[in-house]
């Protein structure tokens, strides 16, 4: 076992329990069901925002639950969806009668269990709307049926839009904002090692030294192309340019970045990441209002990182600005 | 098609159900039928649980049959604890659908697990009277269609159990409110059967199958063949798959 755990069954309950420990005045766990919710919510929301998603990914959703971003969180095993009754559950525990915002990444088993949770509040008379996050540009194919995975921009999409409910806003005026927001975001992964599979100790996919993943995922699944890995700036500047056409942001628009390791990278690399970014956005006559750097959606411990970009109007930059009070949201 | 069938009550197979039944005098589907039903569906998923884990193994993780069984033994105590309350009593047609229901939404790993759980609330839903009718059984499984595709956002011809409701539900539309739930189950079955049958050519669009992606041709969804044993148990107990569903059970002797 290459990871600091005393067996595979125990990592995440572990893991669990002591962020339950560590971070009592924030969040409160409800170990039996399986979900954490927040123990300060704003008093001027209406709408409870609920997320959650596999384990392995820290600080997502976690370290986002508290005043201002999240009303409950449901952790999954490793890499595994939550089950419905968790979300079920903690929906249930958190809503405040103006229904629920379910704040989803695209992905199969999350999209089946929060539906399925999502069917039951319905019996229930609970209102239940989602935002599903699909912002990853590797993965859109227009042959795929599944869609582009969510990654980064979750945790944007998760500061913005609970600013947003703080303001009291209803549950489909949330939605739709929430689908729009997302739409206005597109992330990019990089890799030059795997994440180590905890069953097995050994990498999820072989990548010799020297190459490059172009368009990982957090799960280990391998990307469509593998290639050289060039010099940095050359790399970020390819990356950035891709992120740009998605995107298509006149020149003087506003956007906010997510400069993400996916786990195994130090602050040192990303911060280079993050300058090069800053100089290609520059050179595009772009506005960068604001840059989270460090590890927000990880992958295990991929030695990789993804760059995130949001197009960002003054209400987003506002909602983006507002306090948070979370384990993990760093301003 | 269906001559790999058999069962312990007379009337397992749905052809044999229609031909062989007096339908006026059978008595009214009640909670009394839905429990019995739910047992049956528990006793033929443990009769071809061996085969069912061998079919998704070939197109799944192979956990399928597992799933299915565990939560249906939940469910079979669950009814225990509950006990049958008399249509005289207030029992509704409903309440021994609602408890298995809420035994796979809770309890069952993976998708299908829960997916049949929601099939079966909104049985449960629309069966509120003492009998489950034909009109409340066509609500019901039509409303159960209707939140397995809002969450699985599969379509006909996907290979998901879809492939398999979604006939019995047409077979529904068509069916006559006299003919009675039980003729009408059975009706329904063998539409479900025939769907079932059908998945074997198509290549998986949704769900875990659709990552073997060609190599899943030939064999039929998992999913669908448990709805189809589901239908089939509300006339008796299935204890072998249709000979079109491969496996290493090897054909019982005519």
Known sequence: MVYFTNSLDRMVPDALAGFARVHADLVVHDEAAGFFRARHPAPGRRVAIVSGGGSGHEPLHLGFLGAGMLDAVCPGQLMASPHNRQVFDASRAVSRGAGVLHLVKNYTGDRINFGIAAERLAHEGIDCARVLIDDDLASDSPESATGRRGTGAAVLVEKVLGAAADTGLGLRELADIGTELVGRCRSLAVASAAHRTPATGRSAFDLAEGDLEWGVGIHGERARRTETRPALDELVTRMTEELLAALEPPAGDSVIALVNGLGGVTRLELYGVARQLAARLDRWGLVLERVLVGDFVTALDMRGFSLTLMRADPETVKWFDAPAHTPSWPR | ?254
């Open chain 2, 1 to 254: 098609m269906l001559e790999h069938y058999s069962a312990q009550d007379d009337a397992a197979s749905p052809d044999s159900a229609v031909a062989s039944t007096t339908w006026t005098d059978i008595p009214a589907a009640d909670a009394a039928f839905t429990e019995g039903w739910m047992r049956r569906f528990a006793a033929s998923v443990r009769a071809t649980e061996a085969q069912l884990t061998a079919l998704d193994q070939q197109v799944g993780d192979g956990d399928f049959g597992t799933n299915l069984r565990s939560g249906l033994d939940a469910s079979v105590r669950a009814l225990d604890r509950a006990g049958t309350v008399s249509p005289a009593a207030g029992g509704r047609a409903g309440a021994p659908l609602r408890t298995v229901a809420t035994v796979f939404l809770d309890g069952v790993g993976g998708t299908s697990g829960p997916l049949f759980g929601l099939l079966l609330t909104e049985l449960a839903l629309a069966a509120v009277g003492p009998v489950l009718d034909v009109a409340a059984l066509r609500a019901g499984l039509t409303g159960g269609l209707a939140a397995v595709q809002r969450v699985g956002e599969a379509r006909p011809g996907d290979k998901t159990l879809v492939d398999a409701l979604y006939p019995a539900c047409e077979a529904l539309r068509v069916c006559p409110e006299q003919a009675g739930s039980r003729v009408a189950l059975a009706h329904a079955s063998r539409a479900a059967w025939e769907g079932v049958r059908l998945t074997a050519r198509l290549r998986a669009r949704r769900g875990r199958a659709s990552y073997v992606g060609e190599r899943g041709r030939g064999v039929p969804d998992p999913g669908a063949v448990g709805v189809g044993l589901l239908l089939s148990s509300a006339g008796g107990v299935v204890t072998g798959l249709p000979s079109f569903v491969p496996g290493p059970v090897p054909r019982r002797p005519d």
